[in-house]
């Protein structure tokens, strides 16, 4: 992770620093130009300031090249220009001033204003840092942790970042504290490391607070676990606006690790997170509006979801879109579809595989598979508990037991999640692990196919077109192929479904056939609560 931040987030942070830079000037009682362009600064006369900083620049004053360039960087008074600001940075820094030449390392290190050069940026850090600046410190610290501009030296990585950290600097005292934890470039040391992590994690350092929240939710060697504090942790971070942060709430409420356990709040968090665009926090939001956990079940919006997430390259939400078109639930039922968003969701380097993937990858530990749903499943997750259902209706990882089955099932069936009332109903059908009976079948198909499961409403029509579990209705019939026609991408399954849609048209009236395409143009979902 690139941490230099400086002049990389002048455009966002430059108001707030030339704030605190200048009152401190005004503070200090510099006379001429600069005393002069700190004040119209101060009183929002930023035009003005700009002009007087300019004067006290080109007449020499180091201070104000260095205010006059982050006005450039901000747009503040001035039209943006980056270029210009580095302009003055390199005078300034030429002239020995050791902000001045942090501030260009980190220009060159970003590539704003000038070429990219890491190898420049470097040189402008090592003049700094001899000069005992705690920023350039960090910056050459960081450099030579990662191995970039410069050979990989973390032992110098450390003496470096101690030189900062003594200075109070919050991000030194993190890296070297992340370093103390793992023994690189330094014996390791967990109790130093956690003093210094705590030291940086009070002052607000999102990253100390994030390594902590890590090691008490996950434990550490010399460390005991503490959901507790993990969660204080996370929350102080997820209050900052941290979206990795505010998604690991989520899942402490979704599971009661730390908190009591609670959907809604869990939904918030992965909410919050969701509107920065994150894209795990959009996958965990859609997939609680799916089953409603935590909020109004909206099928539509947690599709949605899925795909803005999977737009942006997540591999959950792709396998998820998989399944979905796979089962035609809330999208139209197609396999080449459903095999698009497969290869597009294969697991990408370093990314943690989903327990269908470990199943798949490791035949010979099946029973971690449903163990892990048997789980959540228990815990009242409805997805879950439909996906337990389809382990023991097709012996994944248990031994086959289609009452078992039919148990679970029932359960997701009864929270309303519609692809398990559609295996419901055909286990009535078909008599799996319990004795057939169309009229209870007929009653879940047909729950199903009210919130739209496509594969539900071609066989309610079915069912109505031949009369079984309730008198023959070529009317409703005509009206449930019609949607799941229509739902259907091109292919056998849709063709199927028009040639009896045809056969229905064929048993009706013209009155009866205008009925069934009223019936057909004003049907609407009802997604069950």
Do not use: C
């Amino acid at each position: 992770m690139k941490r230099l931040s400086g002049l990389g987030m002048a455009r966002r942070t430059a108001g707030a620093l030339l704030g605190a830079t200048l009152a401190w000037s005004a503070a200090v009682g510099w006379g001429g130009s600069y005393e002069e362009g700190t004040e119209a600064y101060l009183a929002g006369h930023h035009h003005r300031a700009a002009q007087r900083l300019r004067e006290a620049a080109e007449s020499g004053d180091l201070r104000a090249m260095n205010l006059l360039a982050l006005m450039h960087l901000g747009g503040m008074g001035v039209a943006r220009d980056s270029a210009e600001a580095a302009h003055w940075l390199k005078k300034a820094a030429a002239a020995g001033d050791a902000k001045a030449r942090n501030n260009l390392g980190e220009m060159y290190f970003n590539g704003q204003g000038v070429e990219q050069d890491d190898v420049e940026a470097a040189r402008w850090f090592v003049l700094a840092s001899a000069q005992g600046y705690a920023k350039a410190q960090f910056n050459l610290g960081w450099m030579l942790e990662n191995g970039r501009g410069l050979i990989r030296n973390p032992t110098e990585a450390v003496r470096l970042y101690e030189e900062a950290a003594d200075q109070g600097m919050a991000q030194a005292q993190t890296a070297l504290g992340q370093l103390l934890l793992v023994g690189d470039g330094t014996p390791r040391d967990v109790e130093r490391a956690m003093a210094l992590l705590r030291q940086a994690a009070e002052q607000g350092e999102i990253h100390a607070q994030m390594t902590l929240g890590r090691i008490f939710a996950e434990g550490e060697e010399g460390v005991d676990r503490s959901p507790s504090e993990a969660l204080d942790w996370f929350r102080r971070a997820a209050e900052q606006g941290e979206p990795e942060a505010q998604n690991n709430l989520g899942w402490m409420y979704a599971i009661g690790e730390g908190p009591p356990q609670s959907d809604a709040l869990s939904a918030q968090w992965f909410s919050r997170s969701a509107f920065q665009e994150n894209s795990e926090g959009m996958f965990r939001l859609a997939l609680a509006l799916l089953e409603g956990r935590g909020v109004a079940r909206d099928v539509t919006q947690g599709v949605e979801g899925l795909f803005r997430a999977a737009d942006l390259g997540h591999g959950g939400a792709q396998r998820k879109l998989a399944e979905l078109y796979a089962l035609g639930m809330g999208v139209g039922r197609s396999e080449e579809v459903a095999e698009k968003w497969r290869r597009l969701g294969a697991l990408k380097i370093g990314e943690e595989p989903t327990l269908e993937q470990r199943f798949a990858s490791d035949p010979k530990r099946p029973q971690e598979w449903v163990g892990a749903y048997r789980a959540r499943a228990e815990a009242g997750q409805v997805e879950a508990q439909f996906r337990v259902g389809i382990a023991y209706l097709h012996g994944l990882g248990v031994l086959r037991d289609e009452a078992e089955a039919v148990q679970w099932f029932r359960r997701a069936a009864e929270k309303g999640f519609a692809p398990a009332q559609y295996q419901l109903g055909q286990a009535y059908h078909n008599g799996l692990g319990m004795e057939r009976h169309l009229r209870t079948a007929l009653h879940w198909l047909r729950r199903a196919a009210d919130q739209g499961e496509m594969t539900a409403q071609f066989t309610v029509g079915w069912m109505q077109l031949r009369g079984r579990g309730a008198k023959a209705d070529p009317v409703k019939a005509w009206m449930w192929l019609d949607l799941a026609a229509e739902q259907a991408e091109p292919g056998e399954f849709q063709q199927r479904a028009v040639t009896l849609r045809e056969k229905a048209e064929s048993l009706l009236a013209p009155d009866q056939l205008e009925e069934a395409n009223r019936l057909a143009r004003e049907w609407k979902p009802t997604i069950e609560k």
